[in-house]
């Protein structure tokens, strides 16, 4: 599956633009998953200490993985109060704020308003409207991913499966147990913080093989 394709035109012989392939489920469920981040490579924050100590790391990247998680809602019209956590990460680690507690609110949004560091995820429009929302602020310099594989082609919406089927032939693994937990929960399974985690993680990860 490659991100671009070509084919010849028959009548003037010049290379002509093709739709690049969408996978399927079917096809990425062949392929074989690809390796995350454990546990030793997450940060959990929820004190202004951590909070501190991680912006000082996180200001010395260009680019960041992106992505929010909020406690899902199953009432209609029920309004998210979300998000619960923002996570960051760079090829090498990845960091949680956890949004109860204040420090880690605050840092997390110096964070999402820095201009010198781009963000990079998947599906960001609600992540930007809940953000607003809740934090009260407008987070600066973001590049949804989407957008990317949609100037190279793609008509559908890819999403962080099928982006990773794409650029690396692997199948990008996610708990949907964890998908529908309690993200306002003070204390994360374990499995909420790799889910999180990997989430921004994979999306640094794209964004590096796009090479944008």
């Known amino acids: 599956m490659n991100i671009k394709a070509y084919k010849v035109n028959s009548l003037n012989k010049r290379p002509t633009m093709q739709r690049p392939h969408h996978p399927s489920k079917e096809e990425i469920i062949t392929l074989a998953p690809m390796n995350r981040l454990g546990l030793a490579d997450i940060v959990l924050i929820n004190t202004l200490d951590q909070a501190e100590l991680a912006l000082q790391t996180l200001l010395t990247h260009d680019v960041l993985g992106f992505d929010t998680e909020s406690k899902p809602t199953f009432i209609k019209e029920e309004v998210s109060s979300g998000p619960h956590i923002v996570q960051f990460a ?8 956890q949004l109860h507690d204040a420090a880690s609110t605050r840092i997390a949004s110096q964070i999402l308003t820095n201009q010198k ?90 964004f590096h093989a796009l090479n944008v």
């Open 90 to 97: 760079t090829l090498q680690k990845a960091y949680i704020f």
């Open 117 to 206: 560091i781009q963000k990079v995820g998947f599906g960001l429009a609600g992540d930007h409207v809940q953000i607003k929302r809740t934090l009260g602020v407008h987070p600066q310099n973001v590049l949804d991913l989407n957008e990317v594989f949609r100037n190279q082609g793609y008509i559908k919406e890819l999403g962080v499966k099928s982006a990773v089927a794409v650029m690396f032939q692997q199948r990008f693994l996610k708990s949907k147990k964890a998908t529908t937990s309690n993200w306002a929960n003070q204390s994360l399974t374990e499995s909420q913080l790799v889910y999180a985690a990997n989430d921004a993680w994979a999306a640094i990860k794209v």
